[in-house]
Every structure is written in C-alpha cells, then in structure tokens.
C-alpha cells in the first residue's frame, strides 16, 4: 500500500464501493492505467462471486472479468469498528464510486454530503439505474433498462419478440461514462483545487448509447422499430446469404456500394436510378436485396468474404466470440493478457508512454484486508 502503482493514474486512490458491473468495470479501467483500487465488499461479498458458471478454478468468471488490479477488504458497515475503517478510507481517498440505491448509504455516513465533509477534494462517483429523483427507488438491472430504453423494441425480427442485446451493454456504457466523468472531474480538481458529485445513471447512459435512434426521435420526429439485422439508414448493412452462410455485407457510402457491385459483376447497379444514392437504396431495398442475394450465392462465404475484403469492401463472417478472440490475435491486437496467472481481455486503450499494466489477479474476498487496515491505523 506504501508504494504507488505505475502508470497514468499513479498515485489517484479510489475507494471502490461498487458491485456487479458497471462501477467495478470503471474501476478496472482505472485501475489498468495505474489507479490504486481498493474493493469494499460486504462480508458475503461481490454478487458476481456467485454468478457461475462459467468459472475458472472454483472463480466466477464474471467477478474475474471485472475486477483485475484491484485489492479486497470486507467491511460490514452495521459493524461500527468497520464502518470507522471505511469512513478512513474515503478520507484518504481521491475517488470514491458507488452503486448502491440512491439514499442507501446516508444511513452510514458515506453519502456525498456526509463524505465531502470528510475530504473536500474527493471525487465522489454515483451509479445508479434511474437517477435520484423520481426513479430513485427502481431497480437498476441492466435488462430492465434495456427494456425501459427502448432497445429491445429495436432488437429481434419485425414480426418477432423483442430481444435484449446478448451482453449488459448498458452497465459496460454506464461504466464508461462514469470512468470518463471521474477523470473530467480529477482534472477540474487539478485546476481548481475541489472535488465534485460525480452521477451517472443507466437510464440516461442508454439513451445516449442509442445514438442514430434516439436521435431519430427526438430530433426527427421518428419511431424506431425493430428490423431484424437491418440499418434504418443504410443498406446494404446486414447478414446476406452466400452459397454456403451468411456474411456481414455493408455499403457505408457510394463508393463502397460501386466496389462491391464490382466484385459481384453487377456493374449496371450503381447507375440504376433506384440504387445510385444511400437514400435511394434505402428506400429500395427490397428490390437491391435479391439482386445481390442471388449473385452471392454463386460462391461461398470465405471466397466472396476474401474478395470483397480485397477490394475495400466491409464484411465479416459472423463469429463465435472465440472466432473472435482469435482474429484479433491474428491481427496482432494481443487481446489477452494475463494479471497474475489470470487470463482476461486487454484494456482497449493504447499508450505509447505509460501503457496499462496487468499487475494483479482480481482478489479474493478480503484477501488484503489486514494490509488495508494496517495502512489506514498507521
């Protein structure tokens, strides 16, 4: 605990008070690039120890995708010798997040006002689903929120049930936005000397995150639904059928559109009035569909997937998440590392000077609490 961790955030403390995902997702972020993360857990610890399978040696591997580089103690907050502990720890603290209910740490002393009052330069994060007003007291489980937002009536056939998105994509959203407002909210202290409330909620973070469509709304007027794997503004953009499956085929611009009718011998295409603009497509694609389809199923998947490739055309087979993992190796992303024996995915960002470090494996419950509590009594 004496010696501060390397990287861009070395010497930043963060008081990680956060569980499941979206704040211990901000946390190893923070932690990848040199932040010294201290996990608070209760006695019964992390819920996402008890998410299994899959696990890896007894380990969720849900807890382990979220929480590398980070230390554990376990506090219990009713207990008043481990709530002096905590109150310690976010007096020393440069960051403190949190996702417990809106109002359920007041009763602790270790909401914002209560905490402030102990360090006014801490940078105090709150996580939360709807926000802490009106919404305050609903539950903030990303799937709620992906069907509260509107994104499952987006996700699935048209004349099929809604889907939600087959990861948490709300809590990986939020959990970035609230990474990003942390280091705004540190370097405004840098400057001004003061700390400030840091607030996210997923809510919010959705409708953000659903970008062209929820823009579509609220500046167009428009009501976004479900077209299976479509674009409402592109196409083609979507799976299309060859001799032997499907492949990703996508025509961002008019260019590209030239170049892959090129490849398909279909040279006349981009002239046809019906199919000469984006928007022209757009509106007609229901007679470009099996003009393409029929061509591409001449050849199979990974032939018409080389060609198009070559001529600058976007495409893809669609992948297993090995398949996956196994392009960006051979792509030369080196996308797993390991943090103390314990594989995982590379922190995305890349730094030429003070890159993220893998230092530790994500921690047993308390494992460094004596070290933690020794720290803060000296």
């Known amino acids: 605990m004496g010696e501060h961790r390397s990287g861009p955030l070395s010497g930043v403390l963060v008081a990680d008070f956060s569980r499941i995902l979206a704040g211990p997702y901000a946390t190893m972020l923070l932690a990848d690039l040199g932040a010294e993360v201290i996990k608070v857990e209760g006695p019964g610890g992390d819920d996402t120890r ?15 995708g979220v929480n590398r580089n980070k230390r554990s103690i376990a506090l219990d907050l009713a207990d008043p010798a481990d709530l002096d502990v905590a109150r310690e720890l976010v007096r020393r603290a440069d960051v403190m997040i949190q996702n417990f209910r809106p109002g359920g740490l007041r009763r602790f002393g270790l909401d914002y006002d209560s905490v402030v009052a102990l360090n006014e330069r801490i940078v105090y994060a709150s996580i939360s689903g709807f926000g802490a007003g009106a919404g305050a007291d609903l539950p903030g489980y990303d799937l709620v929120v992906q069907a509260a937002s509107g994104l499952m009536s987006l996700t699935g056939e048209p004349d ?31 400057r001004c000397g003061t700390g400030q409330h840091v607030e996210v909620d997923l809510l919010s973070a959705a409708l953000s995150g659903l970008v062209n469509q929820s823009s579509g709304h609220v500046a167009g007027g428009a009501t976004p639904f ?7 503004s592109l196409f083609p953009y979507e799976p299309l059928p060859t001799a032997d499956g499907d492949l990703v085929v996508i025509a961002g611009n008019d260019g590209q559109f030239r170049k892959l009718c090129h490849v398909l011998g279909l040279p006349g295409l981009p002239d046809d009035p019906r199919f000469a603009r984006n928007q022209d497509r757009t509106v007609n694609r229901e007679a470009l569909r099996p003009l393409l389809v029929a061509r591409l199923a001449e050849r199979t998947r990974d032939e ?6 070559a001529a600058g055309v976007p495409c893809s087979p669609i992948n297993t998440v090995a398949d996956g993992v196994d392009l960006a190796r051979h792509l030369g992303l080196d996308p797993v590392v390991s943090a103390g024996g314990v594989p995982g995915i590379r922190n995305p960002i890349g730094l030429n000077a003070t890159p993220p470090r893998y230092d530790l494996p994500p921690p047993g419950l308390d494992e460094h609490g004596d070290e933690i509590r020794g720290w803060l009594a000296g």
């Open 50 to 64: 008890a998410w299994l399978p899959p696990v890896r040696e007894g380990t969720s591997t849900y807890y382990l």
């Open 160 to 190: 099929g049930p809604p889907y939600k998105a087959g990861v948490a994509v709300f809590d990986v959203i939020a959990g970035l936005h609230a990474a990003l407002g942390i280091l705004a909210a540190l370097h405004h202290r840098d």
């Open 226 to 232: 479900r077209m299976g794997n479509g674009h409402p």
């Open 304 to 309: 018409w997937f080389r060609e198009l490739r």
